[in-house]
Nanobody, 123 residues
Framework: VQLQASGGGLVQAGGSVRLACVDS???????MAWFRRAPGKEREFVAY???????NYADSVKGRFTLSRDNAKNTVYLQMNNLKPEDSAVYYC???????????????????WGQGTLVTVSS
């Protein structure tokens, strides 16, 4: 598994950004997820998606973020709408070949991580 994240940037509050994460290793991990780390804060869960496209989101992003995956392209997409300044963070994609649903919100469940992409939301 080799993860490459892209799509970050500077956006105004209320705007949208789409992040992508490609698994160039092509192993089609059972679960893929996004986490984020804001300056001075711990890394936190954002969303995960299973191979069968079951999704779950952090309460802070529900209704604004949508996670999807294209298994043929080994890619997940995080569509982020109605962005807020508090969404500013480095976003990391993660892959977990052996994640179980009950642990899918825990970063310790994921074995592989992308390099992170910075999203900055200006007010």
């Amino acid at each position: 598994v080799q993860l490459q994240a892209s799509g970050g940037g500077l956006v105004q509050a209320g705007g949208s950004v789409r992040l992508a994460c490609v698994d160039s290793g092509g192993t089609s991990a059972r679960y893929m997820a996004w986490f984020r780390r804001a300056p001075g804060k711990e890394r936190e869960f954002v969303a995960y998606i299973s191979w069968s496209r079951h999704t779950n989101y952090a309460d802070s992003v529900k209704g604004r973020f949508t996670l999807s995956r294209d298994n043929a392209k080994n890619t997940v997409y995080l569509q982020m709408n109605n962005l807020k300044p508090e969404d500013s963070a480095v976003y990391y994609c993660a892959a977990g070949p052996r994640v179980i649903t009950s642990a899918a919100m825990d970063d310790k469940a994921y074995s592989f991580w992308g390099q992170g992409t910075l999203v900055t939301v200006s007010s």
